[in-house]
Nanobody
Framework: QVQLVESGGGLVQAGDSLKLSCAAS????????MGWFRQTPGKEREFVAG????????KYTDAVQRRFTIARESTKSMLYLQMNSLKPEDTAVYYCALRWRLDVAIPIMANEYEYWGQGTQVTVSS
């Protein structure tokens, strides 16, 4: 059973940085696309960034382009999201996700990912 555990969230001020981590376990997790999503109350889960199994391709939503960087460390089965120049609108619960399919797609729809972490809260004050 695949397990994803996020960490690194917190309360920061606008302009600060945070680094989220996701520890993956329970299967050959390093052979699958992974991503970060975020969700605020009353809204659907939103794609933030994704990365292929080998790290060769990444994808970002326009709102975080050039501010956030997704990376994975396969030797440790870890996924990261470095968030710089944070804005109040980045406030959300951030989820790590894994797509349990052997392809190199990076879908932006949440229903394309089979496994999810419990989420970590990121709050950015103005």
């Amino acid at each position: 059973q695949v397990q994803l555990v996020e960490s690194g969230g917190g309360l920061v001020q606008a302009g600060d940085s945070l680094k989220l981590s996701c520890a993956a376990s329970g299967g050959p997790v390093n052979t699958y696309t992974m991503g970060w999503f975020r969700q605020t109350p009353g809204k659907e889960r939103e794609f933030v960034a994704g990365i292929t199994w080998n790290g060769e391709r990444t994808k970002y939503t326009d709102a975080v382009q050039r501010r956030f960087t997704i990376a994975r460390e396969s030797t440790k089965s870890m996924l990261y999201l470095q968030m710089n120049s944070l804005k109040p609108e980045d406030t959300a619960v951030y989820y790590c996700a894994l797509r349990w399919r052997l392809d190199v797609a990076i879908p932006i729809m949440a229903n394309e990912y089979e496994y999810w972490g419990q989420g970590t809260q990121v709050t950015v004050s103005s």
